[in-house]
């Protein structure tokens, strides 16, 4: 009877294990794709795209038509318009202020909702192996306790507790591995975002300054 609830309980532990590899892994491969796919949204699909709507922007800003920039750049889910709208409806603060505001707002709706998801994927990549080790101790012990008790030790028995700890740690780095890749292709992705939004916004900046100055502000 003790043999039977022994073997029930190591099942029980290697299943949960098992599902608890799975249960990062799809919870890292989201988030990846979710950082993916928000980067793609935040930035504009090439530099030409963003200078064609930077140059009609500048038209605005020079003829002094404040509300129709923010009418432009209202709805537009990327990054640089939603900057732009910020920093033209609170032009109001002065350029220094407006600045400031505006790119405190970029670090925190953008780049930390990035920076949190990327953390999430850190913590599975660490998690990965760390469960799969667990796995692989737990199945040598269930592999000594067999032939510690059994006077006659079946193979098939002993190697399936070998087979736990060996997936489960096979499992573990085939999750991490190429999550780390990914991780690096989208970090790559971030910092192309970024220096594209970085360009944009000093051509911008250079606009509203010199449109602020015209229509009497700070």
Same mark, same amino acid.
């Given at each position: ?9 190591? #099942?029980? +532990? ?69 900057? +732009? ?28 909702d ?43 028995k002993?190697?399936?507790? +070998? ?7 096979a ?5 991490a +591995? ?5 991780v690096?292709?989208? #970090? ?29 502000g700070?």
């Open positions: 009877m003790s043999m039977i609830l022994a073997y029930s309980l190591f #099942n029980m +532990i290697a299943d949960a294990t098992y599902l608890a590899l799975a249960a990062v892994a799809l919870w890292g491969l989201y988030c990846i794709v979710v950082v993916w796919n928000r980067v793609g949204q935040k930035r504009f699909k090439s530099e030409d795209e963003q200078d064609q709507f930077l140059d009609d922007v500048e038209q605005m800003i020079q003829a002094g038509d404040f509300e129709g920039t923010i009418d432009y750049c209202e709805g537009d889910a990327r990054a640089l318009p939603q900057i +732009i709208e910020l920093a033209v409806s609170h032009r109001n603060l002065g350029y220094n202020r407006a600045r400031k505001f505006m790119m405190d707002r970029f670090q925190r709706d953008v780049m930390s990035l920076d949190y998801r990327l953390s999430w994927v850190g913590t599975v990549i660490k998690a990965a192996p760390m469960i799969g080790l667990f796995g692989t101790v737990f199945g040598m012990m269930g592999a000594f306790q067999t032939l510690a008790t059994a006077e006659s030790v079946e193979p098939s002993l190697a399936g507790d +070998i087979r736990v700890a060996l997936v489960t740690t499992s573990g780095l085939a999750i +591995i190429p999550l780390m890749i990914l690096a292709n989208v #970090n790559i992705r971030i910092a192309k975002m970024e220096d594209l939004v970085g360009s944009g916004l000093s051509r911008f900046m250079d606009a509203f300054k010199a449109g602020l100055a015209r229509s009497g700070r």
